[in-house]
């Protein structure tokens, strides 16, 4: 531990003579003659042997300094000059400069607790390329002193061997990478972009987290499945997919960084590696899929360590957004191919159909019978599709307005809504409704598609995807995002059956379940409420009212939605100043105005 004894104190138990032999040698005498030649003595013995010197400390007494000043700054000096030398020393590498540094260690290091012997002994032990074990030991003996203070490549050497260490290290930055990915989807005010666009995909990857969490990795492959496995056991208890995405730009950071050392050891780097390249491309090519397919075929004989990283990959919400679009596009686009014949289609479903087991695969460390149920390509994908055609149908008929066509081409002809075989796969398949979620964004209405009864018929269905995706995280985020930024959205959220389903059934019957929920209902309220009015949105945020959700989220959240929704309250209830009596009521700047909906 750090000291707090004088320094010259400590010199002289280590046996360099100090306050206390001076106390000696004047004590054993009284004549003046005797005192003077005893310090003097004391002096040559224990000063610096410098001809020069003398003249100087002379001069410097004529200019009133004093001799402690001029001591600390010589200190100063050569402390700098001796860890120059150190360092040179550990730049050249060869074996000879290794030996010196070994010795020049093995001189220093009992003075580490002296801070001013502390930037050489720090110094020494960086300059090494490997730091002697007895050392490493000795430096965990003291946490909150030397091992602080060491530099990262010595503190890596001690990780290799002290998980609990390395891993109270990478804690913070894992901890605030979750808290930054969640801030993103919890913002109500206005932004034109959305969790899934306000970045590209590298430049994710140089968010200061990762790069802290790589610079503690350095060269170490040890280091790297420490933090990997850290990373795994977390997703495994707590679910959170933005540990996954952690997976996947971590590895791909590396690969960035041309860190060889960790991109070959790392099995799972060619599929993150395609993945990526996919979203980047926002496409799939045949080769791509080849790639994809020959990783997953093989996945099955390996162990099960890296089938959870492969499905944590996989799970990553910008793999999941990207794929599930494609696939949605696919579909489409199928120009008479039934689903099961277009071969991408079946290398995306099986990525998807991975990323949505990967909760299931790292806690129970088992794999599901089949990540593709034959059924979703021969049952639920075709009709499906049918639905889809029956959109074009409608759009088509829509642009071609006025043409007369047979009775049977009347547009209620193709509002069925969803079968009962569809909501059974929506309730039990993850991958059904993924995409089934993807393709409602699709239709969302705009200035293009105005098809708000085409849209409602998908819509009425997202309270039955499986595990309420619908209403969770991201989903959440991105669903209302789109529809605030659809331009239609007045017609959409006054309509009857919109409304319910969206403000009842995805939102406030799943409060309790989603910690983000409450922030996309108060996005809504932020941005557009005067759609409502005030009436209206004051008993909407009765039902979010920080008392009135009981909630076992953590304080952070509590605290901030307070803030949050206290913020959106005092706008939709601006208090009333002296000022504002003189105003109109529907002109006082900064307050809630309710509107009637434009037309």
């Known amino acids: 531990m750090q000291s707090n004894t004088n320094p010259a104190v400590e010199l002289e138990l280590l046996g360099i003579a100090g306050p206390v032999k001076i106390k000696q040698v004047l004590s054993k005498t009284r004549k003046v003659n005797t005192l003077i030649n005893a310090v003097e003595k004391f002096q040559e013995d224990n000063g610096v042997q410098i001809d020069s010197l003398p003249p100087a400390l002379q001069i410097l007494d004529l200019h009133d300094i004093k001799r402690l000043e001029f001591h600390e700054s010589a200190v100063a000096e050569l402390t700098e000059c001796l860890t120059f030398r150190i360092k040179s020393l550990g730049e050249k590498g060869t074996p000879e400069s290794i030996h010196k540094l070994e010795q020049q260690l093995e001189k220093c290091f009992r003075y580490n607790h002296l801070p001013p012997f502390r930037p050489i002994v720090l110094q020494t032990l960086n300059s090494l390329p490997r730091v002697p074990e007895k050392y490493l030991k000795l430096i965990v003996g003291d946490i909150n002193g030397l091992y602080a203070e060491c530099s990262i490549t010595v503190r890596q050497q001690i990780w290799i061997n002290n998980t609990q260490l390395f891993e109270d290290a990478i804690l913070p930055p894992i901890d605030d990478y979750i808290s930054g990915k969640i801030a993103l989807t919890r913002c109500i005010e206005q932004s034109s972009t959305n969790f899934f666009t306000c970045e590209t995909t590298k430049s994710r990857r140089q968010w200061k987290e990762i790069q802290d969490l790589l610079s503690m ?126 071969p991408s289609l079946l290398v995306i479903a099986r990525v998807l159909a991975l990323g949505a087991a990967a909760a299931d695969i790292a806690s129970s460390q088992s794999l599901p019978h089949e990540f593709v149920d034959s059924i979703l390509f021969t049952k639920f994908l075709p009709t499906f599709t049918i639905m889809m055609l029956e959109d074009t149908i409608r759009h088509e008929m829509a642009r071609n307005e006025g043409v007369e066509v047979g009775s049977e081409f009347h547009s209620s002809n193709f509002l069925q809504p969803a079968s009962q075989l569809i909501i059974t796969f929506l309730k039990a398949n993850r991958v059904a409704g993924l995409l089934w979620f993807h393709y409602c964004l699709e239709l969302m209405p705009n200035k293009r598609v105005k098809d708000l009864r085409g849209f409602c018929r998908y819509v009425v269905a997202l309270p039955y995807l499986k595990e309420k995706l619908a209403s969770r995280g991201v989903w959440s985020h991105l669903f209302f995002h789109r529809l605030i930024f659809s331009n239609q959205f007045e017609a959409a959220l006054v309509d009857q059956q919109f409304h319910q389903v969206i403000m009842e059934d995805v939102i406030n019957d799943n409060l309790q379940n989603d910690a983000g929920l409450k922030y996309q209902l108060l996005r809504l309220i932020n941005l557009i409420g005067f759609i409502w009015g005030v009436q209206r949105c004051t008993q909407m945020m009765e039902k979010i009212a920080p008392d009135a959700i009981e909630s076992s989220f953590d304080e952070y959240d509590k605290s901030n939605y307070a803030k949050e929704f206290t913020r959106v309250d005092d706008k939709l209830h601006p208090k009333a100043t002296p000022l504002d009596d003189a105003k109109s009521p529907t002109k006082t700047a900064g307050t809630f105005v309710a509107q009637t909906p434009r037309q």
Not at 217 to 245: M, N, W
Not at 287 to 302: E, M, P, R, S, Y
């Open 217 to 342: 990795v350095g060269t170490h492959p040890q280091l790297f499945e420490q933090l990997i496995s850290y990373i795994r056991r977390r997703f495994a208890d707590s679910k959170d997919v933005h540990l996954c995405s952690l997976r996947l730009e971590l590895v791909m950071a590396a690969h960035d960084a041309n860190a060889e050392t960790i991109v070959r050891n790392d099995p799972c780097h060619d599929f993150a590696f395609c993945l990526d390249a996919c979203l980047r491309d926002k496409h799939i090519d045949l080769t791509q899929a080849n790639k994809i397919k020959a990783v997953l075929d093989a996945c099955k004989g390996t162990d099960m360590e890296m089938i959870t990283d492969l499905a944590m990959i996989a799970a990553d919400v910008h793999v999941v957004h990207q794929m599930a679009t494609i696939a949605v596009k696919k579909l489409r686009d199928s120009s008479g191919h039934l689903p099961r014949d277009i």
